[in-house]
């Protein structure tokens, strides 16, 4: 699917990079990348007389967006980044093992033209509904010396230990300005929002936390503020919730901003605080246009029929 960037206003600073955020809140460990597994078995020192020589293959490597135990929302899909185009993930597919606390589970790989720098293609893994909350992730994906198509191969394997913190699920309704959030299926709390004018729209649908920012520039239409406080970013167009002192007599009773979420900034630092990389927000009647996949982890906007296809890449 190819990438779309939404018309936001908000133009702060490059979106996420290897890891989602260095601000996570409460994450259970910050370890470095998943380790690489070993490699195809040694070959025998003595070829046998009818072995042939094969035609050398491109390599293929694969890298995590996500660390080993590090915590995030349930919303978040386990994301591989490719350094060459994979034409053919049958085999990538079938060596995928996810387990959710020990038991395997049947989720599928999604592949896209991707944002991220140094890779030309990522895949999305998730089931049909968000991780549980408070669970352990574990993914083992054998694959190295594996096919990617052909005269492509895969170079290496890894593993991933992850955990999910509270099942947070958000959603602002656009026709009350309000934004309500449900921690592991608990009323948190409601609180007044401005969304994006008529002319900045907010897109619909269901978004992630992609990562966060205590203090960020953003620039915009005809703006420039150096000190935004307490960012939590959805889409990498531009859209946050952030902390907005200068729009607070329109929160709740009118949407003026450039497509971000406007919140008080004793909300926002609340909500900063509170929530991580991979939380769920969810905008049912925003007046802007669905959001894509591509968008930011859009990942939910698509129905789980058509993620099974696999997307850009062929995964059966």
């Known amino acids: 699917m190819p990438l779309v960037l939404l018309a936001a206003a908000c133009t702060p600073a490059p979106a996420p990079s290897s890891t989602p955020s260095t ?33 050398a293959t491109k390599k293929v490597h694969v890298s995590l967006l996500e660390s080993d135990g590090a915590q995030y929302g349930v919303g978040l899909p386990i994301i591989a980044w490719f350094n060459r185009k994979v034409t053919d993930a049958s ?6 093992t996810v387990k959710v606390n020990g038991k395997k589970v049947s989720g ?3 592949f896209e033209y991707t944002q991220h ?14 991780w549980p909350g408070h ?7 054998p694959v190295a010396g594996l096919t990617a198509g052909p005269g492509l191969s895969f170079d290496n394997s890894l593993t991933l230990s992850m955990a999910t913190g509270a099942a947070n699920i958000l ?21 007044p929002v401005s969304l994006g004018a008529s002319n900045t729209p907010t897109a619909r649908g269901t978004k992630v936390i992609m990562e966060k920012g205590a203090d960020i520039s953003m620039r915009g239409p005809g703006y420039y503020d150096p000190h935004v406080q307490w960012t939590q970013r959805l889409t990498f167009g531009g859209e946050y919730l952030h902390s907005a002192p200068w729009n607070v007599a329109n929160l709740g009773v009118r949407s003026t901003s450039n497509g971000c979420t406007n919140l008080s900034p004793a909300v926002a630092k609340q909500l900063y605080n509170s929530l991580e990389v991979g939380d769920v927000v969810q905008y049912p009647n925003a007046s802007g246009p669905q959001m894509q996949l591509g968008q930011g982890y859009g990942d939910w906007n698509v129905s789980w029929s058509v993620w099974q296809t696999g997307g850009a890449v062929k995964t059966s």
């Open 117 to 130: 720098a140094g890779s030309v293609m990522e895949a999305h893994y998730r089931t049909s509904t968000y």
């Open 135 to 141: 669970a352990r992730i574990e993914l083992d994906l």
């Open 171 to 191: 959603t602002v309704n656009a026709a009350t300005l309000k934004l309500s959030v449900m921690s592991d299926g608990r009323n948190y709390g409601t609180f």
């Open 91 to 96: 085999a990538f597919a079938a060596a995928t």
């Open 23 to 55: 601000t996570q809140v409460s994450p259970s460990g910050s370890a470095s990348s998943s380790a690489a597994r070993s490699s195809a078995p040694e070959s025998s020192a003595t070829p046998t007389p009818t072995a042939s020589k094969t035609a």
């Open 108 to 110: 599928a790989w999604y």
